[in-house]
């Protein structure tokens, strides 16, 4: 069974950075897309980015606009995101996701397995 765990949650000034990890174990982890998606208080889930199982292909949530990085190293079994220019609305449980598909999704119900969330807080 595929597991997931994320780190480098944290508070943040805004306008700082921050980046996130995701490391899995427990499956063929090259093989599969990975997202990640945010939860902030009172609303629901939403995507925020996606890499295809090569890496070269991603997706972005329009609210991104350039300030977010996916990327993957498939020999660490780890995805990253790469938060730059964090307002606080940004502020949010941000949570990583196995696709058991070679292509990147945007919907949550397209992603198998989910960690636990790393929280992310950004101060004004």
């Known amino acids: 069974q595929v597991q997931l765990v994320e780190s480098g949650g944290g508070l943040v000034q805004a306008g700082g950075s921050l980046r996130l990890s995701c490391t899995a174990s427990?499956?063929?982890?090259?093989?599969?897309?990975m997202g990640w998606f945010r939860q902030a208080p009172g609303k629901e889930r939403e995507f925020v980015a996606a890499v295809s199982r090569s890496g070269y292909s991603t997706s972005y949530a329009a609210f991104v606009k350039g300030r977010y990085t996916i990327s993957r190293d498939n020999a660490k079994n780890s995805v990253y995101l790469q938060m730059n220019s964090l307002k606080p609305e940004d502020t949010a449980v941000y949570y990583c996701a196995v696709r058991f598909a070679a292509s990147r999704g945007v919907r949550e119900y397209e992603y198998d397995y989910w960690g636990q969330g790393t929280q992310v807080t950004v101060s004004s």
């Open positions: 427990g499956g063929s982890f090259s093989n599969y897309a």
